[in-house]
């Protein structure tokens, strides 16, 4: 594996354990994460440095090879493609010459890729959509015709992700505490819609990929149960922390100037901020909105979490990680697990 040091990554090496696999990641020289579950075995290399990629311990005897390594955030195209199209350059090179009779490589990409749909009836299938429209999704894409030019000769499968979020996620840790405030702000529009699976949800999904010849040369989208606007997530959020909040949009023209001061503020720091024009590029899209019928319709598989338990899931862990206080007392949270979750 690669990035298994990562949110979702985490959750697959914690599938894959309960599987009973070996399981080898390969992690930075400098990697910081404290996160090391028993079982695993770490292997060191410098994923920008092809030879220590390709000589690396790791592959040795492996079946498979799980991709998640990448970056969400940099502040040029040519930091995006570092992060995520170099990796996987060496990654698929090391395999070929490696693990020729190697059984499955699971590349994991982004809907970001193909960017957004053109209408809220029209969800991106690879052939409708607009295309990347910022520097993320324009590396991941190269990721992914990267990863195509392997086909013929590595069995290499593409899964891009919709948003993902469940415990242990950052990316979404900002929009509940928003959610919770007594004025919660929405910095995009809230009838803006997006796709949101639950992470339980998506690592079946990717093991499913692992294991079935079906999927060999395809690339898959994952989405949850059904598309969520804003609002309805502010919404969840807010009943599942059982308080009551008022919520205001900011206007568009103060967006577009925090954004202006975030790029300033990159180039002066040599850090991307929290707000720049690439993210808000990404936040104007009205519909985040993808296809994901041919992997259930290929492997069968189904999302199972609701938007209800995943959210009141992920907002317990926040609050058990002190991420989140707990602003009153929910309602009884555990007398509802599993009434309207598979999981």
Not at 24 to 40: E, H, I, K
Request: with cysteine; proline share 5%.
């Amino acid at each position: 594996m690669t990035g298994s040091s990562g949110f979702i990554g985490s959750h697959v090496v914690d599938a894959l354990l309960a599987m009973g696999a070996e399981v080898r990641a390969l992690v930075r020289p400098m990697s910081s994460n404290l996160r090391r579950p028993a079982g695993v075995s770490y292997c060191t290399a410098d994923v920008l440095q092809g030879d220590e990629v390709l000589n690396s311990p790791i592959w040795n005897g492996a079946t498979h090879v799980f991709h998640l390594a990448g970056v969400t955030t940099a502040r040029t195209l040519s930091e995006f493609r570092a992060g995520n199209v170099t990796p996987l350059k060496h990654v698929l090179a090391a395999v070929e010459r490696r693990l020729p009779n190697v059984n499955r490589v699971v590349v994991v990409s982004s809907q970001a890729a193909g960017g957004p749909a053109v209408s809220a009836t029209q969800p991106a299938d690879g052939t409708n959509s607009v295309a990347p429209v910022e520097w993320y999704g324009q590396s991941k894409l190269e990721a992914e015709l990267l990863a195509l030019t392997f086909v013929a000769r590595l069995p290499v499968s593409i899964v891009r992700l919709s948003s993902v979020y469940g415990p242990r996620d950052r990316d979404f840790l900002a929009a509940f505490r928003q959610a919770v405030r007594p004025v919660a702000l929405y910095a995009t529009p809230p009838d803006h819609r997006i796709e949101l699976a639950y992470v339980s949800d998506v690592v079946r999904a990717l093991s499913a990929v692992a294991v079935n010849d079906v999927a060999i040369g395809k690339r898959y989208t994952v989405t949850g149960l059904a598309s969520v606007s804003w609002r309805e997530l502010y919404a969840e959020v807010a009943r599942a922390a059982a308080v009551r909040t008022r919520n205001l949009t900011v206007p568009m023209t103060i967006m577009r100037t925090a954004a202006r001061a975030g790029d300033v503020l990159g180039i002066v720091t040599q850090r991307t901020p929290l707000i720049n024009s690439q993210k808000l590029t990404l936040g104007r899209q009205p519909f985040w909105l993808c296809d994901g019928s041919a992997i259930r319709r290929d492997l069968q598989w189904h999302p199972q979490v609701s938007l209800q338990a995943g959210v009141r899931d992920t907002y317990v862990w926040y609050v058990a990680a002190r991420l989140l206080h707990r602003n009153r007392t929910p309602r009884d949270i555990s007398h509802s697990v599993g009434q309207d979750s598979a999981h």
